[in-house]
């Protein structure tokens, strides 16, 4: 017989492998190879067993390998030691066997591709393990049971095929656009503040005015009346103040947790701005293997993981580098240990981490594309900050008595930085003097401040993939899909950093929950992705939890296929305007805002009889003709921008977003933004807010430019 063969997902993966396995033929098979069918549902709704196909284009793939397999010793399937890759594992042998029955076929898990960890793992094969291939299987059969039945509906009420529903993605696109009906009815309130600028010994500090509360805590005092605030400020002004409380206490704060994938992604967003889908593909790729000085290795563990757990190896190498780079003050007195929340999280699996902590940033500046550089960076920062020192702070809260009022500070003094040395953003320092309960500090000034009570913010990707987690909704390896999926299909766009839905968003949303009240509600998901794990873990069934799930499912979709016409005419809005050209026949027939093909149109409500129509138009002057409107359009690829009406008379197009504030250089009456850049459609201003590093740092312009 011939030499063994490993087979592996992906090509990158099978380059890096083969450098590492002389005598060993490694070959990839371009992710999954089977799937259930494109054009129809392909699952028996009796007994609920998938019929899987072979992908398009992996014929030849799925025969080199049965050729490969004829000759072959031993088979190893190497390919990701989660749910998908063991359904892909699963799906091979299935093939193999085939044409070679009583071939020899191995499971080996790859945690992180090193020589040291691959040839261990082919040193102690396991086998399938068929409670995760069952889990994948119920996992993609009720993904399609919602789509494949629930897409259809959307393009039948919007008339519109590149929609689509999911049984996560829906409850994120429902978890976005009830933020914007919060933002959208949210009124805000005035309220006034003061703050005073106090001086001791020649020092001089600021303090809010509070109210004490029972407890000791000192909330900020908000006054609703203008005049009760000027009129406070007035009477203590130029009066002297009394220290009426003063402590010291000292605080040490500890690193987080090594990153697990919702982590990641988060701070990747956060600090970097990388959307969740970079994030995987790059850590993807530091994971497979990457060439330093000519040679591909694996950087970090693998990268879909639920676990905050570290190797003891890995802690050992990580503390040594440690009290021999930085010195042993920096080093954590005791080895800490982070202990997995929740179920099904896997005790092989770890965190992720450097494959080689010896192997710094520093070291690898140049030998990697910048984007690639920057996530490592975080990730080997924020490993090696577990074991390094805490933070050590102290705290100096005050209260400061004039008359019958109290003003508050807490002053702040950095003793140890610890970790914060390398990872992290050091809190700001407030400097005090020297203050003891009964002393007399000088009233320098105070002064009253309007403010408004803000709306609820925007989730932006980490805050929006930290909710997923803490809800139960989605795994590690579905949040980077679905909001990917949710920018493909136009429900979603961005503004700065956070996540606002579109209009077809807000529609879809708006039709969906109250049709599907259940089946997309935030619990019933929660519950749908435990049943998932049970599975998993062998406590409960593939069919009974598939059968539950879909006779309440089926009950409540005949009813929805039955009101369509109703659903479509609620999507509909009336306008109090007359269709011209029926106005012209002396028949009075109003507007209607319509959805088509690419988007919101307006259009005669007597449609087919009149097929008067005209787009939605803006209100905003085209910046290049100046005589017709900006309108909002979709692209082919379900992309938005904004176009002059006139077209194609003019040209003009943007794919920023207008937002109403004036520039101030030329005077057009709207910005645009696109990403995070805001800028002038007609002359040349631009702004483009700085970004900040893993450090939380601004970065430096030389920095800027290589990003």
Known sequence: ?????????????????????????????????KDLPPTRLGVDLDSFEPTYEILKGKKKVIKALQDQAKKASEVYLGTDPDREGEAIAYHIAEELKKVRPDLPLHRVLFYEITPESVKNALKEPGTLDLRKVEAQKARRILDRLVGYQVSPLLWRILRQRNLSAGRVQTVALRLLCEREEEIQRFKPQTYYVVRGVFRKDGITFEADLVAPTARGAHPQKKLPDRKEAEALVARLSGKAGTVAMVSTREQTLQPPPPFKTSTLQQDASSRLGFPAG??????????????????ERGLITYMRTDSVRLATKAVRAIRSWIKKTLGEKLLSPRVRQYKDKGRNIQGAHEAIRP????????????????????????????TVATQMAGARIEKRPVRIQVEDAHFFVEGLRMLEPGFLHIYGNPPREVPLPELREGDTVEVVSLRMEEKQTQPPPRYSEATLIQTLEKLGIGRPSTYAPTLETLYERGYITREGRGLRPTDLGMTVYRLL??????????????????????????????QEVLRSFYQAFSSVLASVQERIAELRSSVQETLDEHCPECAAKGIESPLVIKW????????????????????????????????????????????????????????????GHPLDRACEVCGYPHLFQQGRKIFCPRCTLKENPPSRGAKGRKRSPKEEKAS
């Open 355 to 382: 494959t080689d902590v010896r192997l710094t940033p520093e070291q690898l500046q140049g030998q990697l594309e910048t984007p690639l550089w920057k996530l490592y960076d975080l990730i080997w920062r924020r």
């Open 1 to 33: 017989m011939g030499k063994k063969l490993l087979i592996v997902e992906s090509p990158t993966k099978a380059r890096t492998l083969k450098r590492y396995l002389k005598s060993v033929d490694v070959q990839a098979t371009l992710g999954h190879v």
């Open 278 to 295: 970079r994030t995987m593909r790059l850590a993807q790729r530091l994971y497979e293997g990457v060439p330093i000085h000519g040679e």
């Open 596 to 655: 088509g093909k690419y988007g919101r149109f307006i259009a005669c409500s007597r449609f087919p009889e009149c097929r008067y129509a005209r787009p939605l138009t803006s209100g905003i002057p085209c910046p290049q003709c100046g005589e017709g409107q900006l309108v909002e359009r979709t692209g082919k690829r379900r992309q938005r921008f904004w176009g002059c009406s006139r077209y194609p008379a003019c040209t003009y197009t943007t794919r």
């Open 513 to 542: 929950i109250p049709a599907f009240p259940e089946i997309f509600d935030v619990s019933f998901t929660a519950r749908m992705e435990e049943n998932l794990d049970r599975i998993e873990e062998g406590e409960a069934d593939r």
